[in-house]
């Protein structure tokens, strides 16, 4: 399973990353919204997991644009 994860602080967006991978997914982080919409592709990644409060655009309008 692909996960695309994206939040804000750095720190969260690292260990949630090595625990996903530990549990076998394959992971793809950004601490970027922007460069997260970049990186998204559609039918690649099975779920996107994202913080709601970031700079730039939140979670709902990130989820909003990958829709």
Known sequence: MR???VDDEP???SV??????LKGFEV???TDP????????PDYYDIVVSD???P?????????KIR
Do not use: T
């Open 3 to 5: 996960v695309l994860l």
């Open 11 to 13: 720190d969260i967006v």
């Open 16 to 21: 949630l990353k090595q625990g996903l991978k």
């Open 28 to 30: 793809d982080g950004s």
């Open 34 to 41: 922007l460069k997260a919409l970049e990186k998204f592709q």
């Open 52 to 54: 709601i409060k970031m």
């Open 56 to 64: 730039i655009i939140n979670g709902f309008q990130l989820c909003r």
